[in-house]
């Protein structure tokens, strides 16, 4: 089993619909990441969160720390939207970080118009 | 520039051959960090360096594969005697610390290395 599982890993969603990817993970963590990977590579961080909700225009995410579990909504999606979402944590050691990324595999994303 | 940069942006090369791939990160970043994807998957871990010095390097495949950052800064992620398994996007990172609440990842472009 992954340290870090995402579902789905494939989602075609309509313009306009509401999207939920979501994240578990087995590590003890201090933060979890989101990320999103447009096609050639470019990885730009979304959200770095230790606990409740962000949110960030039509873009909110959740964790619950307890539970190991976190969300990805994105709100009103639109084409723009369709790329590879990912979840990230970076495992502590004892009360410390060590720094590097675990890494899920990924969602693959397509808004249609 | 803002952000991280790195170099080539495309490398092929021949099995067997030495590569060497090259990472620029934000000013002022300490900790840098060496990532690998084939495709279709998560970016595996490579080696974290903070400052000078690696502090991690427990995700590289094998000695073939060796990173130094001599000043804290630049860092050159090195590839001998390349195989076919070697063939990925190398990506790099950075952030200002390891801790919380520094440890905020940006990622450059990439380079994508294909071993033929």
């Known amino acids: 089993k992954n340290e870090v599982e995402q579902s789905p890993q494939n989602l075609t969603a309509q313009e306009g619909e509401f999207i939920t990817i979501n994240c578990s993970y087995s590590?003890?963590?201090?933060?979890l990441h989101w990320l999103q990977q447009h096609p050639g590579g470019g990885i730009v961080s979304l959200f770095m969160?230790?606990?409740g909700k962000k949110k960030h225009g039509r873009l909110i995410a959740t964790i619950n720390i307890q539970e190991k579990h976190s969300s990805l909504h994105i709100t009103a999606s639109h084409p723009r939207d369709s790329a590879v979402y990912i979840c990230?944590?970076?495992?502590?050691?004892?009360?410390?970080?060590?720094?590097?990324?675990?890494f899920g595999q990924g969602t693959t994303l397509q808004v249609k118009p | 520039g803002a952000g991280v940069s790195q170099t080539p942006s495309n490398k092929v090369t021949e099995k067997g051959k030495y590569v060497e791939l090259r990472c620029d990160p934000i000013?002022?970043?300490?900790?840098l960090y060496w990532y690998r994807q084939s495709l279709g998957q998560g970016p595996e871990f490579l080696i974290y360096?903070?400052?000078?010095?690696?502090?991690?390097d427990s995700g590289l495949p094998n000695d073939r594969f060796f990173a130094v950052r001599p000043e804290g800064s630049v860092s050159t992620l090195k590839i001998q005697r390349t195989e076919r398994g070697d063939s990925a996007v190398y990506l790099c990172?950075?952030?200002?610390?390891?801790?919380?609440?520094?440890?905020?990842?940006?990622f450059g472009p990439g380079t994508r290395l294909t071993v033929l």
């Open positions: 990172a950075s952030s200002f610390g390891a801790a919380l609440p520094y440890n905020e990842q940006f």
């Open positions: 590590v003890g963590i201090s933060a």
């Open positions: 969160l230790s606990s």
């Open positions: 990230a944590v970076p495992p502590t050691r004892g009360s410390s970080n060590t720094g590097k990324l675990i």
């Open positions: 000013s002022g970043h300490t900790a």
């Open positions: 360096f903070q400052g000078t010095g690696a502090a991690d």
